[in-house]
């Protein structure tokens, strides 16, 4: 027998951003120290930690076209590689986050040139809203706190395009790009 009131699965979301993810032997750094801190929560997989840089889209269904001339836009663009540092673990209401103390400033401009390109591009994804540029390290945590750590730190050399399915914890990488100046 049926369930008449049974309500169909939600639809997947895709959540299509540019990000910079730090080199594979810092992600499985940070996910270890992640899980072993006793804080409780869910550590994010090695393979999804990333600093979000720009958001394009969160819907049902990506637009037709828009991953292309996304890439496409993102393949123009020039900046030289640079330097982050990250030195603070904050962990809030349900999230702990890797930030650093001093502004990024090449983050900064770095997310300013990429939306241009994109708005060149003819599409409407300008950067919007305050940036601070910071990597989710679990969710649902138990303690709120704030403290330094030993700064983590690298030379961001490329970039990525990720359609993130929500509720799947799946990111499928659309394409990389190096930084050049």
Known sequence: ????????????????????????????????????????????????????????????????????????AAASIRVAPFTVIFDRLVAGENSMLLLSSEPLEPFRQFRERLGFMLKRAGLDCRPKGRFNPHITLLYGNEFKFETEIDPVIWTVEDFVLIDSVVGETKHVEVGRWPLRG
């Open 1 to 72: 027998m049926s369930n008449l009131f049974a309500t169909a699965p939600a639809p997947a979301v895709h959540s299509l951003f540019f990000a910079i993810r730090p080199p594979d032997e810092i992600c499985l750094r940070l996910a270890e120290a992640s899980a072993s801190l006793p804080v409780g929560g869910r550590p994010v997989r090695p393979d999804r930690l990333h600093v979000t840089t720009l958001n394009l889209v969160n819907r049902a269904t990506l637009p037709t076209g828009l991953s292309e001339e996304a890439a496409e």
